[in-house]
T-cell receptor
Framework: AQSVTQPDIHITVSEGASLELRCNYS??????LFWYVQSPGQGLQLLLKYFSGDTLVQGIKGFEAEFKRSQSSFNLRKPSVHWSDAAEYFC??????????FGAGTRLTVKP | NAGVTQTPKFQVLKTGQSMTLQCAQDMNHEYMSWYRQDPGMGLRLIHYSVGAGITDQGEVPNGYNVSRSTTEDFPLRLLSAAPSQTSVYFC???????????FGEGSRLTVL
């Protein structure tokens, strides 16, 4: 069965600094990969997804992620973090919705 | 646009009580699902449905029942609540296949 590991439980960055959130997965074939964001008291919102093709995918709010098959990774990046990016971020992997596995999440704090 | 609507947002139960969490979506999505979110564990799939009249178990189905009589509604029933069911519950829907999941705002359940 597939699994997702987000090694960082909590990350703090200064506003304007760059950000990288790590995601490693285990899956038997080429997976479908997702990043979701959860603001406090809200449901999850899709940031971006990778199905096939270009391994660098662009998402909403200035986020991007790169699929690296050799490293089984799908790390999320943003060049310059804004205070409104403070939230919890979840990586997910699955061949279909019934099979989706979510990581434990990384909580992002943004310092002024 | 309502999207995915969950009720109630908060609920406190005593051990052994039963209750139903409601979920409705107005996007004509065939796929609907219930997740529970626990600290350090991400989201885990409880039950899902790929269309009216069709339901199936996810990763953690014990203690929960579902039914899907209409495309719009997908209630989650707790038959006899236990403290281990204290969690935040999310309903999500999708057009189907490995696509974007649209989440409700969550229902926080406490079982005493």
């Amino acid at each position: 069965a597939q699994s997702v590991t987000q090694p960082d439980i909590h990350i703090t960055v200064s506003e304007g600094a760059s950000l990288e959130l790590r995601c490693n997965y285990s899956y038997g074939a080429t997976p479908y990969l997702f990043w979701y964001v959860q603001s406090p008291g809200q449901g999850l919102q899709l940031l971006l997804k990778y199905f096939s093709g270009d391994t660098l995918v662009q998402g909403i709010k200035g986020f991007e992620a790169e699929f690296k098959r050799s490293q089984s990774s799908f790390n999320l990046r943003k060049p310059s973090v804004h205070w409104s990016d403070a939230a919890e971020y979840f990586c997910a992997v699955g061949a279909n919705n019934n099979d989706m596995r979510f990581g434990a999440g990384t909580r992002l704090t943004v310092k002024p | 646009n309502a999207g995915v609507t969950q009720t109630p947002k908060f609920q406190v139960l005593k051990t052994g009580q039963s209750m139903t969490l409601q979920c409705a979506q107005d996007m004509n999505h065939e796929y609907m699902s219930w997740y529970r979110q626990d600290p350090g564990m991400g989201l885990r799939l409880i039950h899902y449905s790929v269309g009216a009249g069709i339901t199936d178990q996810g990763e953690v189905p014990n203690g929960y029942n579902v039914s899907r009589s209409t495309t719009e509604d997908f209630p989650l029933r707790l038959l006899s609540a236990a403290p281990s069911q204290t969690s935040v519950y999310f309903c999500a829907s999708s057009f189907g296949g490995p696509g974007e999941l649209f989440f409700g705002e969550g229902s926080r359940l406490t079982v005493l």
